[in-house]
Every structure is written in C-alpha cells, then in structure tokens.
Nanobody
Framework: QVQLVESGGGLVQAGGSLRLSCAASGIILSINTMGWYRQAPGKQRELVASITSAGNTKFGNSLEGRFSISRDAAKRTVYLQMNSLKSDDTAVYYC??????????????WGQGTRVTVSS
C-alpha cells in the first residue's frame, strides 16, 4: 500500500505563488515518476508537471514558464512551485506517483487532492 499526502494548497490572489508538496509513504522499493495533475470544475483531469527519477521533467500546456517541479528522493517528496498564478489555475491538484512496491509490482498511486483557488 502506498499513500500520497499533499499539502500547500489554499487561496491566493492572482499573480501570487504557492508551493505544493506531496510525500509518499508505505511499501516502496523505489519511485519512478512523480507528478501533479489538476482538475478544474467541469473539466477533465490534466497533467500539470511530472518528474522522473532521473530528473527529467514534463509540463502540460504552456505551464513550464510559470510552474516548476522538483523532488527530494530521500524524503520521497515531490514539490510543485507555482508562480504568477491566474484564475485559470484554480483547480484541485492531485499528486501522482508510479511506485515499485516489489520486484514484480509497479503501482500508480494518487493523493486525495489539494484545492488551489486563485482570486482575481
């Protein structure tokens, strides 16, 4: 069993910044990709950013200039730094991790979500 616990969401004014954190715990041999997705009301869940164990990153939809992602392997934690926030960034943000739990098992886990609200 793998648990992902997110923190750092909240209310921020447009133009402001937030930093989200997600810590993994449980039965973990190693973690491959960690990332963040978001889902706005009435919209599909979409990729925000992901980072592999090698440090390769991927961003969704023109977010790279404002958002950055990093991870601390020792802490099993991934961070999402969000700058110059816009009202369109309002959504529930979900942490995601691809975790090797045994020599033959890889699972994809999701956090419970943390709400980010950007006021204009």
């Amino acid at each position: 069993q793998v648990q992902l616990v997110e923190s750092g969401g909240g209310l921020v004014q447009a133009g402001g910044s937030l930093r989200l954190s997600c810590a993994a715990s449980g039965i973990i041999l190693s973690i491959n990709t960690m990332g963040w997705y978001r889902q706005a009301p009435g919209k599909q869940r979409e990729l925000v950013a992901s980072i592999t164990s090698a440090g390769n990153t991927k961003f969704g939809n023109s977010l790279e200039g404002r958002f950055s992602i990093s991870r601390d392997a020792a802490k099993r934690t991934v961070y999402l730094q969000m700058n110059s926030l816009k009202s369109d960034d309002t959504a529930v943000y979900y942490c995601n991790a691809v975790v090797v739990t045994t020599l033959t098992t890889i699972v994809t886990s999701w956090g419970q979500g943390t709400r980010v609200t950007v006021s204009s």
